[in-house]
Structures are given as C-alpha cells and as structure tokens.
C-alpha cells in the first residue's frame, strides 16, 4: 500500500515562497501523475497543481505562474514550490494521485499559513 508523507509548509508571510515535499513509498510511484491538493477552512480539498509520469505540468489558474509542481522519480518524491503566496494561499497541503486513488489514503498534509 503506498503511504504519502508531506512536509515543508509553515508561517510565511505575503510575497513569502515555501516548497513542499511529499515522500511516497512503494516502487510504483513513477507510472503514476501525481498531484498537490488544498483544503481551507470551510472549503472542499482542490487540485492545485499536477504532474505526470513523463514530466508534464498542469495548474489551477489560482496558482499558475506563482506554483511549481516537480518529481524526482528515483527519490520517490513531488514537489510544490510556491512563491508570491497570498493569504489564499492558506490551507492543508497534501499530495494523492492525479486524479486521486481511491486505494491510496491521504496523509496528514502540511499545513501552509500565509499571514503578516
């Protein structure tokens, strides 16, 4: 079963940047797209950003030339790195499969705050 572990987020402030990291176990991960998705408060989880098995990008226009989504296949591992964050930008960071698997469960996310 894979297992995905986020981290990376923090208290930054606006125009601040942050990068997240999310670790997956499992020799399968480099066959799959991979995506990071958000949830505010109040709001439903959102893709923000995907990433497929061969490299090719794809963003919610909320973050498009702010985020960048990126893998390193041999590590197991995406990334998300985010710059000029908003207040928006606030919310649990978590990374699934794109479009999410159903057989692989959430993990804890990274909590992202972006406040002065």
């Known amino acids: 079963q894979v297992q995905l572990v986020e981290s990376g987020g923090g208290l930054v402030q606006p125009g601040g940047s942050l990068r997240l990291s999310c670790a997956a176990s499992g020799s399968i991960f480099s066959i799959y797209a991979m995506g990071w998705y958000r949830q505010a408060p109040g709001k439903q989880r959102e893709l923000v950003a995907g990433i497929t098995s061969g490299g090719s990008t794809n963003y919610a226009d909320s973050v498009k030339g702010r985020f960048t989504i990126s893998r390193d296949n041999a590590k197991n591992t995406v990334y998300l790195q985010m710059n000029s964050l908003k207040p928006e930008d606030t919310a649990v960071y978590y990374c699934?499969?794109?479009?999410?698997?159903?057989?692989?469960?959430w993990g804890q996310g990274t909590q992202v705050t972006v406040s002065s």
């Open positions: 699934n499969a794109d479009p999410v698997m159903d057989a692989w469960p």
